[in-house]
């Protein structure tokens, strides 16, 4: 008898040590989990539920691991830690292709890149305009690629004529708008002020920006590119120097504002130019 219960300890330690070493599956009808799997959870009645929380709950996550997943219950959608900002998987992503993520940045909800859209919101197709004699003569919407060169689209999408952002067809996706000028001031303004805001919204490095690249960290996840812009009159100006992005709001009869970022500065700045340029688009969440 004393030998079996020296023994007895001897086999549990074994069992769990197996245990410790396999899958482990969930399961109403015991089907073993699947040999690829840590965890397999099987069933066709119920679901698997993750933590449900407001936007700033999940924002106010204490060092949040990368990979981190939660469900905002306030967007209706998943959100996962990229290992430096959160981002949205949006649910339309099969039907609403090319798909953008969404970064939060204080309380706003911005693409994590910038538009490449080829149609508008009800279908209809965009014009593409090379020629830069037909650029300058314009009155309606119209996209290009930076320098005319498809390979500059994955890395900084389209460039857009002020009569595409304003198309009453709808230039953004659904669930998105041409940011305000008001809404890009408060993007400033959340990062410090115009005057370094530029840096936390510009790509590090100088893979893409040319020269000092000042001030850049990323830290908001905007991520901005230096895909210069086309002149009204066609050619295009400034790549790798500035990033320039359309806002929707009228500054004259012919001109409108719009913000861009320089690789010699650490700002963001506000102009206005006539409609007729191609610039950047970069939407916000409705």
Same mark, same amino acid.
């Given at each position: 008898?004393?030998?079996? #219960?020296?023994?007895?300890?001897?086999?549990?330690?074994? #069992?769990?040590?197996?245990?410790?070493? =396999?899958?482990?599956?969930?399961?109403?009808?015991?089907?073993?989990?699947?040999?690829?799997?840590?965890?397999?959870?099987?069933?066709?009645?119920?679901?698997?539920?993750?933590?449900?929380?407001?936007?700033?709950?999940? *924002?106010?996550?204490?060092?949040?691991?990368?990979?981190?997943?939660?469900?905002?219950?306030?967007?209706?959608? #998943?959100?996962? #830690?990229?290992?430096?900002?959160?981002?949205?998987?949006?649910?339309?992503?099969?039907?609403?292709?090319?798909?953008?993520?969404?970064?939060?940045?204080?309380?706003?909800?911005?693409?994590?890149?910038?538009?490449?859209? =080829?149609?508008?919101?009800?279908?209809?197709?965009?014009?593409?305009?090379?020629?830069?004699?037909?650029?300058?003569?314009? =009155?309606?919407?119209?996209?290009?690629?930076?320098?005319?060169?498809?390979?500059?689209?994955?890395?900084?999408?389209?460039?857009?004529?002020?009569?595409?952002?304003?198309?009453?067809?709808?230039?953004?996706?659904?669930?998105?708008?041409?940011?305000?000028? @008001?809404?890009? *001031?408060?993007?400033?303004?959340?990062?410090?002020?115009?005057?370094?805001?530029?840096?936390?919204?510009?790509?590090?490095?100088?893979?893409?920006?040319?020269?000092?690249?000042?001030?850049?960290?990323?830290?908001?996840?905007?991520?901005?590119?230096?895909?210069?812009?086309?002149?009204?009159?066609?050619?295009?100006?400034?790549?790798?120097?500035?990033?320039?992005?359309?806002?929707?709001?009228? @500054?004259?009869?012919?001109?409108?504002?719009?913000?861009?970022?320089? =690789?010699?500065?650490?700002?963001?700045?506000?102009?206005?130019?006539?409609?007729?340029?191609?610039?950047?688009?970069?939407?916000?969440?409705?």
């Amino acid at each position: 008898m004393k030998n079996a #219960f020296k023994i007895y300890p001897i086999i549990m330690l074994i #069992f769990i040590a197996e245990k410790s070493f =396999t899958q482990l599956g969930i399961s109403a009808t015991n089907t073993p989990p699947n040999t690829s799997a840590m965890l397999d959870v099987s069933s066709t009645s119920k679901g698997l539920l993750i933590p449900r929380m407001t936007t700033a709950q999940r *924002t106010g996550i204490a060092a949040p691991a990368q990979g981190l997943n939660v469900f905002d219950t306030q967007t209706k959608s #998943f959100w996962y #830690f990229d290992g430096l900002v959160w981002k949205e998987m949006n649910s339309n992503a099969i039907t609403s292709l090319p798909y953008y993520p969404a970064i939060t940045i204080c309380c706003q909800s911005w693409m994590s890149k910038n538009l490449e859209v =080829t149609t508008y919101r009800n279908g209809d197709p965009i014009p593409q305009v090379t020629d830069p004699t037909a650029w300058a003569a314009l =009155t309606t919407g119209a996209w290009c690629y930076t320098n005319n060169d498809a390979a500059n689209g994955p890395i900084y999408g389209k460039l857009y004529n002020w009569y595409a952002v304003k198309d009453p067809r709808g230039l953004a996706p659904e669930g998105w708008h041409i940011p305000t000028n @008001f809404e890009w *001031t408060t993007l400033a303004n959340c990062l410090g002020g115009d005057a370094v805001a530029g840096g936390p919204l510009k790509e590090i490095g100088n893979m893409h920006w040319l020269d000092a690249n000042a001030g850049a960290t990323n830290d908001s996840g905007f991520t901005g590119l230096p895909s210069g812009f086309r002149n009204r009159n066609g050619p295009f100006e400034n790549i790798g120097f500035y990033s320039v992005w359309w806002s929707s709001t009228d @500054f004259s009869i012919d001109n409108v504002l719009y913000r861009y970022l320089g =690789t010699s500065v650490a700002s963001i700045s506000s102009s206005n130019y006539p409609k007729g340029y191609g610039f950047s688009v970069r939407c916000i969440k409705d």
